[in-house]
């Protein structure tokens, strides 16, 4: 996962939690929805980047 990815993954999941925050104590419901969707899809992807770094070490591991 390159730097740029990372860093935009992380922007959407904290603008996402600030959203969640913003609607809880403004008591609006989707704003907060929306914060909790933006932060799981952030976190969705990351984890899929994970993943693909992994089988990429492992096929490295093997052609090495």
């Known amino acids: 996962m390159s730097f740029t990815d990372k ?4 922007a959407d999941e904290l603008t996402g939690a600030a959203k969640e925050r913003i609607g809880d104590a403004t008591n609006n419901e989707r704003l907060r929805a929306e914060g909790t969707t933006q932060q799981t899809e ?3 992807r990351q984890a899929g980047e994970h993943v693909k770094d992994a089988g ?3 096929r490295d591991t093997f052609t090495k």
């Open 7 to 10: 860093a935009k993954n992380k």
């Open 42 to 44: 952030a976190r969705a």
């Open 56 to 58: 990429r070490d492992v």
